[in-house]
């Protein structure tokens, strides 16, 4: 190499030492889609103030459910549990407590050198596509330590934050072939028709979608049908004290334009009454959604495991 050559070379390292700044604690995948496994790999790209890291932390954040560590050679890993706010669907169950922080200490990782501490957990249902999950975590090292749990507030770019939380893009939710793209119906676009599945001999069956309404006109959901149903109603659940009952949503549910309504275990929620059949998970049942102004669209429901805090006919109607 001869000096001129050498000259170049010492201004890109200097260019890029100047974006090393950048190299905050990250995540190595940067996207995931509802109802799949995430494997969370935590990078580390330096320590703090020119000194070696002995601790990182982190936060799994709610709606991120069955959160398990890979132990690390040279570091102890300790994990602290606690309960969800709500409970989510897990597989053919639902799961409401698990690990809400994953803890590396005893090692030592110099200022120099990168590591990655890498957890698994599973991304639920609870986020809509397009949102994303932050995952905080606290670096500490021999002298100082970093709080990587700034969020960017609504319309403001992670780029602006000293420590930014590392985050995770929530992608279309992937389901059976059929329901994997939207429907669009006018100016509605309806993702992810699904519905729970029932014990033998069960009567009702909660059915959930998701429908953006991307015009400037509002809708509302007023019904629909389902292939194993005598008939479907739009419900709404609400506290009474220390019992929720539901209820018929008179008039329908209002989607305002620019809004997206979740229909989702312990909100909203097509119940679908008189039940011909047992719904296994794995099947898929045609159907419809009614709207007020786009009227009937065929959808495709899939049928998801059996959420244990639904109890087996428990359904406490108030007609
Ligand atoms: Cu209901």
New binding site residues.
Partial sequence: MNAINRGALTAILVTMSATHSLAHAVLDRKEASPNTSYRGVVQVTHGCEGTATTRVSVTIPEGVVGAKPMPKPGWQVTSTKGAYAMAYPYYHGAISEGVKTITWTGGSLPDDQVDEFTFFARISDAFAPGETVYFPVEQDCEKGGYRWSEIPSAGTSAHALKQPAPGVRIAAAQTGAPTARAVKAGALSIQTPWVRATPGGAK?A?GYVTVSNTGTEPDRLIGGTFAQAGRV?V?A?SMDGTIMK??PVESGLAIKPGETVKLAPGGY?M?LMDLRAQLKPGETVPGTLTFEKAGTVPVTFTVEAIAAQVPAGG?D?QH
């Fill in positions: 009702v909660g109603e419900h659940m539901m209820a929620h119940m359904h109607h």
